[in-house]
């Protein structure tokens, strides 16, 4: 089960650049955010919300340190934005959200004992980008590392991972 409040985890990832642009929420303390993980953990909270774009990685890899593949806990992250270039861009292939899942889940030190989502959970399937990515990710085999959820306006997609 799947507690009421979940940790969001953007903030902790720190003051990311792309290029010039910030994508981060300031400095962050990777002692501090620790804590934070532990006394919410300790509060009943098992569902953390990150992304790979949070930190270029850095949220994820500290949720990873701090939880492990604790098998109570759900976490889920996002992929599809990317930063390449010294730009910020979006990357929907087949070949990126593979590797982007494999580098989520080594960053989140989890298995790859990840959930399936059914398709009709997902709205908005009538816009041309989210067609896209739900036929992008139709057309790959993610060997069960990763299903597809509509998060928001940008058809983002979701590896959830349970130890």
């Known amino acids: 089960m799947v507690s009421e409040i979940g940790f969001g985890a953007w903030a902790i990832g720190g003051g990311a650049m792309v290029g010039n642009t910030s994508i981060g929420w300031g400095d962050a303390d ?4 620790k804590q934070a993980i532990t006394a919410a953990l300790n509060a009943g909270i098992n569902f953390f919300d990150t992304a790979d774009i949070y930190g ?3 949220s994820e890899k500290i949720i990873g340190d701090t939880i492990g593949n ?4 759900v976490v889920a992250t996002k992929v599809g934005n990317v930063a390449r270039n010294n730009r910020f861009t979006v990357d929907y292939s087949k070949e990126h959200i593979l590797s982007a899942c494999d580098n989520s889940l080594k960053r989140l030190k989890r298995e790859s004992k990840l959930q399936q989502s059914p398709l009709q959970e997902i709205p908005s399937e009538n816009s041309l980008k989210n067609t896209l990515v739900i036929k992008r990710f139709h ?18 997609l979701l590896p959830i991972g349970m130890g």
Not at 30 to 33: F, K, Y
Request: charged fraction near 30%; charge should be neutral; aromatic fraction near 4%.
């Open 70 to 73: 604790d098998h109570r806990v």
């Open 139 to 156: 057309e790959k085999n993610t060997n069960g590392k990763c299903f597809l959820r509509n998060t928001d306006n940008m058809g983002l």
């Open 56 to 58: 270029l990685g850095h």
């Open 30 to 33: 990777d002692v501090v955010s």
